[in-house]
């Protein structure tokens, strides 16, 4: 064989090895690349944040309702026809002032009819007291039996209850005749009229109400976990959505008890309002700054991970592996809870954590951020 020839073949045997290998390590590249993204998909994706270090007050945000201080509905005492009144809704009244007047054409007939039973009554104690006392003079000279004398002094004691009995009927349709003035029970303004003119009268239906707002009751439901913290004499600020500015409040008593339905203590404060600038019956947003234990730590409530066992959460380790930790929850903040115990200001835990996640679990945190580990911490 020619030596050309040789050498031809020596370099095709040659460039067939070279391709052969470069495809043998391309096939090996890609398939190492195979497996690292099988890894990767394999492990959970977390995102981490660090616990942070509660300052040393809270402030609490609560819906309250604004009510009167004093606020009752304003009925008849008696039964009639409303024969006018004198004030609507808006209007300022006094203690005593004169509302309404029914005409009670059934009571004037029952008053005109007691006098005459009494008049009859008082008639006839009369007659009983003058008898009673010339049979007494004739029982001293034994012209009449003691009997007949006992009977005419027993006429005279009965005619004389009988006297005062209708009295009494007399004076009570006289107070029913006065109650056809219907007056304020206190200084207030009226918030509502329910009857007018002609309008058939009973005594189980309000004729108007009236409030008192030159002070307001402003009450909250506070959760279990401030409770302590209501204490007569602690100051709030109120909050309208209409009204700019906030309105200085006092607590002034609490209930002493939770509702076990909501697990909340019924907290009332007042506030002034001689100018009336706030509104019975409004909404207003409560705002407490509470004392608080500065550097207690503070996590989001969505880190949390219920289990049968207790409560835990979540921290990733250097080697990229979930740490499931025991903790004990404080005061509830909304969006973050007081932790008592079980995590330590900077420890990086995971947020939203799957309910799959276990101890010891490989994860990988989103945005390739790498793990602080303790010793790097300190």
């Known amino acids: 064989m ?4 040789k050498r031809l073949l020596a370099a095709l045997v040659l460039l067939f090895a070279v391709i052969a290998a470069w495809g043998i390590a391309v096939r090996l590249h890609a398939r190492a690349a195979l497996e690292k993204r099988a890894q990767e998909t394999g492990v959970t994706l977390v995102a981490v944040t660090r616990v942070r270090a509660g300052t040393g007050g809270d402030n609490l945000v609560l819906p309250g309702t604004v009510q009167a201080y004093a606020d009752a509905p304003v009925y008849a005492r008696t039964t009639g026809y409303l024969k006018r009144w004198y004030v609507d809704i808006g209007a300022r009244v006094r203690e005593g002032q004169l509302l309404a007047e029914i005409d009670t054409p059934e009571v004037d007939q029952e008053l005109r009819q007691a006098q005459a039973d009494l008049a009859t009554a008082e008639a006839n104690e009369r007659l009983a007291h003058t008898t009673n006392e010339r049979w007494r003079s004739l029982l001293a000279t034994q012209a009449v039996s003691r009997q007949d004398a006992d009977e005419k002094a027993g006429d005279f004691a009965a005619k004389h209850a009988l006297t005062a009995s209708a009295r009494a009927n007399l004076l009570r349709l006289r107070d029913l005749r006065d109650f056809q003035r219907v007056v304020a029970p206190f200084d207030g303004t009226i918030t509502a009229r329910s009857t007018d003119i002609g309008h058939l009268i009973t005594s189980n239906a309000p004729l108007f109400s009236i409030a008192d707002a030159r002070r307001l009751r402003i009450y909250v ?22 009204k700019p500015g906030r309105w200085p409040a006092t607590v002034v008593r609490t209930a002493d008890a939770l509702d076990p339905a909501t697990r909340t203590l019924q907290t009332e404060l007042q506030v002034d309002n ?19 234990v500065s550097g207690t730590p503070r996590i989001p409530s969505s880190a949390f991970i219920f289990r049968g066992s207790g409560l835990f959460v979540a921290t990733v380790g250097a080697d990229n ?7 004990q929850p404080g005061r509830d903040f909304g969006t973050e ?17 799957p309910d799959s996640l276990v101890d010891n679990q490989p994860v990988r945190i989103a945005g390739g951020q790498t ?3 303790a010793t790097a911490r300190r």
């Open 221 to 242: 439901q506070v959760p279990q976990p401030f409770a302590r913290s209501m204490q007569p004499g602690l100051m709030g600020e109120m909050q309208f959505a209409d």
């Open 274 to 292: 001689a100018q009336g600038e706030l509104l019975p019956g409004s909404y207003a947003d409560v705002h407490f700054s509470l004392p608080g």
């Open 371 to 373: 793990p602080v580990s």
């Open 337 to 353: 809870i007081e932790v008592v115990s079980g995590v330590s200001p900077g420890d990086e835990i995971i947020v939203n954590p």
């Open 321 to 327: 592996r979930a740490r499931l930790r025991p903790i």
């Open 2 to 5: 020619p030596k050309g020839l």
